[in-house]
């Protein structure tokens, strides 16, 4: 995958990171984009240039239309192109839809869902014009299934799938595949916030019987960026130890 340029959303930490690192290792540019990790996003440059991979940190809030345009300029303005999108970042807000506020609805929809939709419109033609062109999101489990306590989460990541189908269409006369990656339960700072009872309750519906670290995830991404998924397009690919079955 050398001379591939990649961004990856939510970058710096996280399953971001691992992405970041897994995408480095095979050669590719990284653009890590962070929003508040300034830290970790210059660490992870660091730690990815010591090993002769080639990244930078480039700071944006995807959920903002203009922030998200500028990251795809930067991008473009240091490497010359784009081959490789991943709508990573993502956040949670939860509540039964009882007690949710119009406002963790209003700001999971506009990170979740409208910031995928804004990375994909401002990076469309730059993808379109490469030879190689790959747009990789990441859903989650609960756009599939549901979950209690979600209901903007869920909605966001099963937006999420539907823009997927709808752009792996758009874009397949020019080769450009667009897939989604649903991860199911990842040991990381989104989850950590969960009660003990919550993740023995998860873990006994886990057909594997154990979380999913993040390199399951980056692998994932990495196999679907890379040629031999060049077949694959418009699919969702569920890496959650089958609790989606
Ligand atoms: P995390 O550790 O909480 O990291 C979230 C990442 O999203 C951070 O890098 C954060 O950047 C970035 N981010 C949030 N809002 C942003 C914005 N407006 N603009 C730019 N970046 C923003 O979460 P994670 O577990 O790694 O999750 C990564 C993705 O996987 C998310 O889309 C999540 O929904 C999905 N997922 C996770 C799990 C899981 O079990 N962990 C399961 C299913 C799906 P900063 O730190 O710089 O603010």
């Known amino acids: ?48 240039t010591s090993f002769g991979g080639e990244a930078i940190a480039i700071k944006a809030d995807i959920s903002n239309f203009t922030d998200a345009k500028n ?13 490789i999108l991943v709508n990573n970042a993502g956040i949670t807000d939860d509540a039964l839809i009882l007690r949710m506020k119009e406002e963790s609805f209003d700001s999971v929809i506009t990170t979740n869902l409208k910031g995928v939709w804004n990375m994909c419109k401002h990076a469309s033609r730059a993808l379109l014009k490469a030879e190689y062109g790959r747009i990789i999101n990441i859903s ?15 909605a966001a990541k099963a937006g999420v799938i539907g823009l997927t189908k709808s752009l792996a269409r758009e874009f397949a006369s020019k080769g450009v595949t667009v897939n989604a990656v649903s991860p199911g339960f990842i040991d990381t700072k989104m989850t950590s916030v969960l009660s003990d009872d919550i993740k023995n309750q998860v873990l006994n519906e886990i057909p594997l019987k154990k979380f999913g670290d993040t390199t ?6 990495l196999f679907l960026a890379s040629n031999d998924a060049k077949y ?10 089958g609790l989606s079955i």
């Open 1 to 48: 995958m050398n001379d591939l340029v990649a961004i990856v959303t939510g970058g710096a930490v996280g399953i971001g990171r691992s992405i970041s690192l897994e995408l480095a290792k095979a050669k590719v540019k990284v653009v890590i984009n962070y929003r508040s990790s300034a830290q970790s996003a210059e660490e992870l440059v660091n730690e990815i």
């Open 71 to 83: 990251l795809v300029d930067k991008t473009i303005e240091h490497f010359g192109k784009l081959n």
């Open 140 to 154: 989650s489990v609960s756009g599939i299934k549901g979950n209690i306590g979600q209901s903007n989460y869920s």
């Open 216 to 221: 399951d995830i980056a692998k994932a991404v």
């Open 232 to 241: 694959i397009t418009g699919q969702t690919l569920s890496v959650d130890g």
